[in-house]
């Protein structure tokens, strides 16, 4: 794989030209920035999708292996892995912002600069959050899980060890290239990778038999050999305006990294790691073997069709930040707005599909009757969880565009912990509604709450003043 300055001009003419007001023509103005949003926004949800399939993938082989086997990899994967996913994810989008504005301002010196800044600061995050995986067994007895649930989790996350680490390294040159308009290349990768996951995981359990522990190590080749793959084009001749190859500068401005980082990672760890809440939270009701399995196969759905609305994230957060870093504000502004008309309408559909098929969807993951029937009951809240999640992370992918990660993070604190999970409690344990009521809570009680006010933030947004904000930032660097 290899590229030329001139597709990097190439790329560079995409996000800017032509104008985005075209003689006052509304119809040609939603046209350019729908195409340089999809641009953008496409390959993301192929990647996204292809990414987030390994793990249906793994899930999909472990259901097949048994109840015990599947709750016990939904645990590992969906949480050990989840929280620790969050974090590092949230910390990595601190380039979405960077690397974004710096883009839009032509420093494009400063891109590359901050990548490393980010595997160092990941790397560290990794050590800090690695007795997670060794003590997994128990901590998930402490919080009530079975022994024989908890014990085989413990070991399913020993062996996701090495994918923690692939981790730190990938997030950040995912971004890297996202800020740079080279999403083409991480969905041609993800693809490849996908097609080699599936092979991989079907060879270690069905020709050699390596059990749940098969499962887990084909997981930790494909996320290490997306990062190979990513990082080669990178180094390469890839991206020759923006890599350089490694640099002590790397190691200066480290604090200020980190904050932003910090602040970036409790955003999305607050975000990612409430779901995860509410499947440790199905252990205090009776049969809670089947109630994780009935939750976890609907938040695999739900994760299924989130990549397509964190494409979009990834995609307003970069023309929001490219716009603003070249001193653009209404242009910034007008991305959002045709960002989140997208994901709404792709939302909708998705919400359709699911209550037409609320019987059916379940299949791909298990056969047991009593598992099935659960999901079926839960089905509505899925297509619920699902047109307002359309909206929700597009609305998010501006916050981060716009460097707003402190802010948000306070409203998330609020909006999840303080009022949804409480009500989820109440709903569910208290009023013995069940999943459904734990569910409904802290759906209809957080996310929509954070919706709801990141919404007026962003109408209220004076966007010139945040434009002239980053050029300033960047005229400033040496």
Request: aromatic share 12%; charged share 10%.
């Amino acid at each position: 794989m290899s590229n030329t300055a001139g597709d990097d001009d190439l790329t560079h003419g995409l996000l800017h030209g032509p104008p985005a007001t075209v003689a006052g023509n509304a119809k040609s103005r939603f046209w350019i920035e729908s195409k340089k949003l999809w641009y953008i926004v496409g390959p993301s949800i192929f990647s996204r999708v292809a990414s987030f399939t390994m793990n249906v993938v793994t899930q999909a082989f472990a259901g097949h292996l048994g109840d015990v086997e599947l709750a016990a990899i939904t645990i590992s994967t969906g949480v050990i892995v989840g929280f620790n996913f969050g974090l590092l994810l949230g910390m990595a989008s601190a380039l979405e912002t960077l690397c974004g504005q710096a883009f839009g301002a032509k420093r494009y010196n400063m891109i590359g600069i901050y990548m490393q800044r980010s595997w160092i600061v990941l790397i560290g995050c990794c050590l800090v959050t690695l007795p997670l995986y060794i003590y997994a067994t128990p901590i998930l007895k402490f919080l009530g899980q079975p022994d024989e649930v908890a014990e085989l989790s413990g070991l399913a996350a020993m062996w996701l060890i090495p994918q923690h680490f692939s981790f730190a390294f990938l997030f950040p040159v995912q971004r890297f290239l996202q800020s740079q308009i080279k999403a083409h290349v991480l969905a041609w990768v993800s693809l490849v990778v996908l097609v080699i996951h599936i092979l991989i995981t079907w060879l270690f359990l069905n020709v050699f038999h390596f059990g749940i522990v098969g499962t887990v190590v084909a997981l930790d080749i494909s996320w290490w050999l997306n990062f190979v793959c990513l990082f080669s084009y990178t180094a390469l001749g890839g991206c020759p305006l923006t890599w350089n190859g490694f640099s002590m500068q790397a190691f200066s401005g480290l604090w200020e990294f980190v904050k932003l980082s910090a602040a970036s990672g409790v955003m999305l760890c607050l975000e990612n790691w409430y779901y995860r809440v509410l499947i440790l939270m199905t252990t205090l009701l009776n049969n809670a073997t089947i109630a994780v399995d009935a939750v976890s196969i609907c938040m695999n759905i739900n994760g299924w069709e989130m990549m397509i609305p964190l494409a979009f994230f990834a995609g307003v957060g970069v023309r929001v930040s490219n716009e603003l870093g070249a001193g653009n504000g209404n242009s910034a502004k007008y991305a959002t707005f045709v960002a989140i008309l997208h994901s709404t309408i792709i939302g909708l559909v998705f919400c359709v599909l699911i209550v037409v098929f609320h019987n059916k969807f379940a299949l791909i993951f298990s056969s047991s009757t009593v598992v099935l029937d659960a999901v079926d009951n839960m089905a509505w809240l899925l297509a619920c969880t699902i047109l307002l999640n359309s909206i929700q992370p597009v609305i998010s992918g501006v916050a981060v565009g716009s460097g707003w990660q402190s802010w948000v993070a306070y409203i998330n604190l609020g909006s999840y912990y303080l009022v949804g999970l409480p009500l989820g409690v109440i709903l569910g344990l208290v009023l013995h509604l069940g999943v459904e009521g734990m569910w409904g809570g802290m759906v209809f009680g957080g996310t929509a709450l954070q919706t709801i006010i990141l919404g007026i933030m962003t109408i209220r947004c004076d966007w010139e003043k945040e434009a002239q904000k980053a050029v300033e930032k960047y005229s400033s660097l040496k």
